[in-house]
């Protein structure tokens, strides 16, 4: 923060430092005025997740990526995860067949947002901003906490990815429960997935970039 100083009564002048306020003409006020605006627009507006240039999808945090399907529970769907390059854009791209079949329909690509099973204080942000582009399909972004005891439980936000690139923000108020009680509690955020969910369709979603927005 800048040093701001303080109001000195009697002859307008401190005894530490030898100059007041009044000293500094308009000028010095100007500067110091100057100074405390950068230091707050100097505040980073985002914390990024990932930028995808990692070529082992390492995220920004420090943990990995993977691919996750209803095949863990005994459906069919087919799930691929991969770095790509789209329109000169490193990205995270995900790609399936959701399938319905043996009570089974969904495809994701999941992130823990702390090593070892920690969870992530997000209380300083709104929401969570994307760079998408896909197929003019639905999709979802997870979130989860230590609130999310089964696997089915998350809290749940939509989107469309159409066939340009587009910035899509999903404020925190927009996230809904899925078969829980509990609000979410973002200062323990856990893990996120982006998700392609709910009905049988062709899943292509890539994504060039992913954080948390004031």
């Known amino acids: 923060m800048p040093y701001v100083p303080r109001r000195e009564t ?5 005894g530490r430092h030898g100059w007041s306020v009044g000293s500094l003409g308009c000028c010095g006020l100007l500067i110091l005025l100057l100074f405390g605006v950068a230091g707050v627009q100097g ?5 990024l997740i990932d930028d995808f240039t990692d070529p082992g999808l390492v995220s920004s945090l420090g943990t990995r990526w993977r691919g996750v399907s209803d095949r863990v529970m005994g459906g069919i769907s ?8 789209i329109d000169d854009r490193d990205c995270l791209r995900l790609t399936g067949e959701v399938r319905l079949e043996n009570d089974g329909g969904f495809i994701q690509a999941a992130l823990d947002l702390a090593p ?3 969870t992530l204080d997000a209380a ?3 929401g969570l901003r994307l760079l998408v582009r896909g197929n003019g399909e639905r999709y979802s972004l997870h979130l989860r906490t230590p609130d999310n005891r089964r696997p089915w439980q998350s809290y749940r936000a939509q989107f469309t990815a159409g066939p340009t690139w587009e910035t899509v923000e ?3 108020t927009s996230f809904q429960p899925y078969r829980l009680e509990a609000d979410l509690d973002v200062t323990r955020l856990r893990r996120l997935g982006l998700v392609a969910i709910g009905r049988a369709f062709h899943a292509d979603l890539a994504v060039a970039e992913i954080g948390f927005y004031r």
Do not use: E
């Open 10 to 14: 009697g002859n307008g002048t401190s």
């Open 116 to 118: 070892d099973g920690g």
């Open 43 to 47: 505040q980073s507006a985002v914390m």
């Open 78 to 85: 087919k799930a691929r995860v991969a770095r790509d390059r």
């Open 170 to 172: 999903l404020p925190f």
């Open 124 to 126: 300083d942000y709104a």
